[in-house]
């Protein structure tokens, strides 16, 4: 055997016996006489002693030679250690070492394998495999394994069947672009890798497996925005004979489990919020709860009062930042110019100081006096020692701006406690959203989304206003899952696909395989699907998800370590029979 033991797991208890451990040297301390080396592997670190004195003359010299991350095997005996480390579970005892054998010797690393390391992110991503071995990313990994055996025995526990779906499907549209896969046996034509088992796991449900989940791979070839990755993880499942509440129930169950078992927190029933009230109270569909800085919405008191910039706008809309009344002049600038960057695009900002004393200052006072800028206040709930901020806009462009400087405000302010967790759930999602640029209506989430039955009727008339069978769980201000009760009739899905604009002969082309399942009895059904990738980062109080992943892409959806995408052989390109242009 290459080792008796790990590096993680001596102490005391195994003083004078005698071990074999193989690892990497972390580091070496040579003072003439005596040399300690730090052994490392996956499960801690162990010192190791070569006593001029002690040890045989080849293996003292021999331990001189080793370098950082070279691969060693000692054989020794365990010995207390004079200088214990309370720092480590091993910092009781020592190996006095009888052998030594350098396994494989290693080029100095082009960063420092230590927890604190002076490596960028661009090097350490290039030598990912580096990387993996310091104890924030590998600690990370083990994490991730940790969640998703959770995730398997909670499941599994309730009946849930995990099953495989295909990588090589078909080509169809469900809000992104596919990644498509060239077929060598048929000429001229293509896979697609799936954005998710959507179709299949719909087929499933028609075959009787009720309920399913896997933990699975997705692609997407859109471009990357921050914190981004063209393929990703999800914990996809599906149930059959279901209602809304149903999965709703299940879920929920399974994310408090999560925070209970990985994390020691209980949460009770999770807050749910309807799609419109999150869009009017917070600006967005995955507000962080956090913290308050409600949105207030100031029309009624702010125009028709000489201020033209309110007058002309839209919507007006205000927060109350808590604590911040003090903020200096130069602060509130840098706060404008910060709302004027071409990432959030506002015009400009209007501040309101609420004074201890109760009065009111503000950039506004020449149109504003002290009662309208108390009504502010009240409306934004501000209290002395706040400050208001007020965009104004387009509702929608003005709603988002807003809900960007919250956001960056609760981070400033320390308000976004990693380590507090509040979940909720938000519904009642359109069903459609009209696309200025193709002059039509898209599905909000996928095709087969469900709409509200009482809601049916306004397909006709005033589509925008169908709500959907659609769910998603936020949680500290992150989407991590989302879903839908699914369209199970073929009535209602052609009804569907031709409010999507959708021909006749479009839909039997793209989705006829599963508009004929239709017609041999399939059950109702509906699922949701959880991001593990982020899901993983929040519980592990990390805002990125790029730890969490063994081999991650950067931005611009490359593997720098190696190196792809690349090219291919022309030879290659002719038996795909692929010209390139």
């Not at 003359?57 to 020794?76: D, M, N």
């Not at 993880?233 to 299940?250: P, R, S, Y």
């Not at 308050?292 to 029309?299: A, H, R, Y």
Request: hydrophobic share 35%.
């Amino acid at each position: 055997m290459y080792r008796s033991h790990n590096c993680g797991e001596l102490n005391a208890s195994h003083i004078n016996t005698e071990v074999t451990l193989a690892g990497w040297v972390q580091k070496s301390r040579d003072k003439g006489f005596m040399n300690w080396v730090d052994l490392r592997d996956r499960y801690g670190v162990t010192q190791l002693i070569f006593d001029e004195g002690r040890s045989e003359k080849s293996v003292f010299e021999l331990a001189k030679t080793l370098g950082r991350e070279f691969v060693i095997q000692v054989k020794g005996t365990v010995i207390e250690r004079e200088a214990k480390n309370k720092n480590m579970t091993t910092g009781d005892i020592e190996i006095l070492v009888t052998e030594l054998t350098i396994l494989n010797a290693s080029l100095t690393p082009p960063f420092t394998i230590e927890d604190e390391t002076d490596g960028g992110e661009d090097i350490r991503m290039k030598y990912r495999y580096l990387d993996i071995r310091r104890n924030p990313v590998k600690n990370s990994l083990m994490f991730r394994h940790k969640v998703a055996m959770e995730v398997r025995k909670y499941l599994s526990d309730l009946d849930f069947c995990e099953v495989e779906t295909p990588y090589l499907i078909k080509s169809t549209p469900e809000g992104a672009r596919d990644f498509v896969v060239p077929s060598r046996m048929n000429e001229g034509q293509f896979y697609a890798l799936p954005q998710s088992p959507q179709t299949f796991k719909q087929l499933l449900m028609v075959g009787g497996m009720d309920k399913y989940f896997q933990i699975v791979k997705c692609f997407r070839d859109e471009d990357l925005r921050a914190d981004r990755q063209p393929e990703f993880t999800q914990i996809d499942c599906e149930m059959a004979f279901v209602e809304q509440e149903d999965i709703l129930n299940v879920f929920e169950g399974l994310t408090r489990h999560l925070l209970k078992e990985i994390k020691g927190i209980e949460v009770e029933k999770f807050p749910r919020i309807t799609y419109e009230y999150a869009m009017k109270t917070y600006g967005n569909d995955k507000p962080d709860i956090r913290f308050g800085m409600e949105f207030g919405e100031l029309n009624q008191v702010t125009q028709h009062k000489e201020f033209p910039v309110f007058n002309a706008a839209e919507f007006v809309v205000g927060i109350a930042v808590p604590g911040v009344g003090n903020y200096t002049r130069k602060e509130i600038d840098g706060l404008i110019d910060w709302v004027k960057r071409p990432q959030v695009g506002a015009s400009g900002m209007v501040y309101v100081k609420c004074n201890e004393d109760g009065t009111y200052k503000s950039s506004v006072d020449k149109f504003y006096d002290q009662d309208d800028l108390a009504q502010w206040a009240k409306i934004t709930g501000a209290k002395p020692g706040d400050m208001i901020f007020v965009l104004s806009g387009p509702t929608d462009k003005t709603r988002t701006q807003l809900s960007a400087l919250r956001m960056e405000l609760a981070t400033r302010l320390g308000l976004r406690n990693p380590a507090e967790f509040a979940p909720l759930w938000v519904v009642d999602f359109p069903l459609l959203e009209f696309d200025e640029e193709s002059g039509r209506y898209h599905a909000m989430h996928h095709p087969f989304t469900s709409p509200k039955p009482e809601d049916m009727h306004l397909l006709e008339t005033n589509p925008g206003k169908v709500r959907a069978n659609a769910y998603d769980m936020v949680l500290n201000g992150n989407e991590i899952g989302g879903g839908s009760i699914r369209i199970h009739d073929k009535a209602t899905q052609q009804l569907m696909f031709k409010y999507l604009g959708f021909t006749e002969e479009d839909a039997k082309a793209q989705f006829g395989f599963l508009m004929d399942a239709f017609q041999f009895g399939a059950p109702p059904h509906g699922g949701l699907a959880f991001g593990l990738d982020r899901l993983v980062a929040i519980l592990g109080g990390q805002e990125t998800i790029r730890d969490f992943i063994a081999f991650p892409k950067n931005n611009s959806g490359r593997d720098v370590m190696i190196d792809a995408p690349s090219k291919i052989d022309e030879s290659q390109l002719k038996e795909l029979h692929i010209k390139l242009v």
